[in-house]
């Protein structure tokens, strides 16, 4: 499995780091992992198309995770060989339908990705499990918006866990447990909380207390500019750390 950290900061504009997007490849799949502007220029430097995307999931619907999928499924119209060609489902929590829907009000065709997009909305715990062209994907609720979902990619027995945006969530810590890699949101250092995002200290905790191996921070706002991230969560989880930066490539 290969990770490749597309877009790590926020709704905050700035050069050197999109708006949330990540890409997982595996069993011949790719996946991508909010939209987020800047996503498509990013994976375009990560050597992919938007059009080889098989799955995009939206975390949550906030225009930091979603701001490019219209683009994106414009894009798919070209009639030249960028233009989409095989299927792409598009996947996120409870309203997803009516989200999609409410595009289409504006959009009409244009984000029809060339009539191959299918909706799945997922519904927990009924959703919780997916097998998608043989990567095993697992969903678990968020702290953030009512929507809002955390993803598990599992492939040749290793596991990654994506929070998207979360505050302290229990919830989280178990499913994230035993994690080869937990990606989890730190938007702000700690003295600066806000409601619906962790510190890097709190996202160490939850780290530390689901035993995952090898912890990656992101979506940070311009205040964690300057600020030791690491320090301050390397103090609460002991295993491997690291800060997200856009175009970092983990593997698997």
């Not at 702000?188 to 939850?206: E, F, I």
Request: proline letters at 6%; glycine letters at 12%.
């Amino acid at each position: 499995m290969k990770i490749t950290m597309l877009g790590t900061g926020t709704c905050v504009p700035r050069l050197e780091r999109a708006c949330t997007a990540l890409l997982v490849e595996a069993e011949g799949v790719n996946i991508l992992i909010d939209c987020g502007p800047g996503t498509m220029h990013r994976l375009l430097g990560a050597g992919k198309d938007p059009s080889d995307m098989d799955l995009l999931f939206l975390s949550h619907f906030h225009p930091d995770h979603t701001g490019e999928l219209v683009s994106l499924l414009f894009s798919g119209k070209y009639a030249g060989r960028f233009g989409r060609k095989k299927p792409l489902t598009l996947a996120a929590g409870k309203g997803l339908s009516d989200f999609y829907e409410g595009l289409c009000g504006i959009y009409g065709e244009w984000v029809d990705a060339n009539g191959l997009l299918s909706i799945k909305e997922l519904s927990l715990p009924g959703d919780s499990l997916w097998d998608f062209n043989g990567v095993r994907l697992s969903f678990a609720p968020a702290c953030h918006r009512p929507e809002s979902l955390a993803i598990g990619v599992e492939s040749c027995g290793r596991r990654m866990v994506f929070t998207g945006d979360t505050d302290v969530c229990p919830d989280l810590v178990s499913f994230a447990k035993g994690a080869d890699l937990f990606i989890c949101e730190a938007a702000m250092p700690d003295g600066m909380k806000v409601p619906g995002h962790l510190t890097p200290s709190l996202a160490a905790a939850m780290a530390e207390e689901a035993g995952a191996s090898h912890l990656v921070l992101t979506h940070f706002y311009p205040e964690c500019d300057g600020v030791d991230m690491a320090a301050a969560a390397g103090k609460i989880f002991h295993g491997p750390l690291t800060l997200a930066e856009d175009l970092m490539v983990m593997d698997l």
